[in-house]
């Protein structure tokens, strides 16, 4: 009997703990836009490699202040030259300090048709003001899935990601 | 030093990025044009078994306008001056025919 109403005064303590921790949470929002471009080729491509299509990427990422440096970041693609397409991706970003993060995750087109992939980046901060920075990010995909994709054909893409973040 | 080396480096990429022509070949189906599909870096017609059967009777149809040059193997042998104008007459025939197969039922 006297375990059992131990048992019960910690599990209640806990979750009193716990819920007063997740009230004094807070999220850290930021918000992105960037133009994106690079060098893409593939194994169904003649010569060594070409320009990728120029893409818009606007997005968003949200941390907790208790894991500041640990977020999850999802932004929605739009290829717009020379062929239109829409996309999404949602990645795991690590910040390094104040002006440098490193971010993994997947990648895929929608429209018009399918392309799935994982996806690696680097990106540095350039500080402009208390909420604003331009950002540099050399990133890594590779496109193994889908049906955009012709039969026995891995695509990769070196490009880089130009553009601004505010934090909200 | 450090600076000069990504400098170097940024001036280096933008100049392999203006390198590269614009997109030529395919990499994706969605590089081609509608109809067609992206196979070993060109966009090709895309072909199906039922696309085939399809252009087949088409063929098989337009093969009825064959028969002029089985009448002109025929009097090809007798009079060339005939021949043509059995040709002629045949094309001609055929035409009408051909205009009158539609409108009819």
Known sequence: ?168 | MFRTFVVGLGLSAVGLYLACSAPGECLRHSDCDKGLVCDNGACIVQTSPEAGATDAAVAVDTGIAVTPDASRADTGADAGAAADAGADAEVDAGADAGEEVPSGP
């Open chain 1, 1 to 168: 009997m006297g375990r059992a109403w131990l048992f019960a005064v910690t599990l209640a303590m806990l979750l009193l703990g716990a819920s007063r921790t997740a009230s004094a949470q807070t999220y850290k929002v930021g918000a992105m836009a960037e133009a994106v471009s690079g060098l893409e080729g593939g194994t169904a491509l003649p010569g060594p490699f070409r320009r990728s299509r120029t893409t818009l990427r606007i997005g968003a990422d949200l941390a907790v202040d208790e894991f500041p440096d640990h977020a999850i970041a999802v932004a929605a693609l739009v290829e717009v030259e020379p062929r239109a397409g829409v996309g999404f991706d949602a990645r795991y970003v690590y910040r390094l300090g104040t002006r440098f993060s490193v971010g993994a995750g997947g990648i895929a087109m929608l429209a018009p048709s399918t392309l799935i992939g994982g996806s690696g980046d680097f990106t540095v901060r350039f500080p402009i003001g208390k909420v604003t920075a331009l950002t540099l990010t050399p990133a890594v995909n590779a496109f193994f899935l889908g049906g955009d994709l012709p039969e026995d054909t891995v695509i990769w893409q070196v490009v880089l990601r130009v553009g601004v973040r505010f934090n909200l």
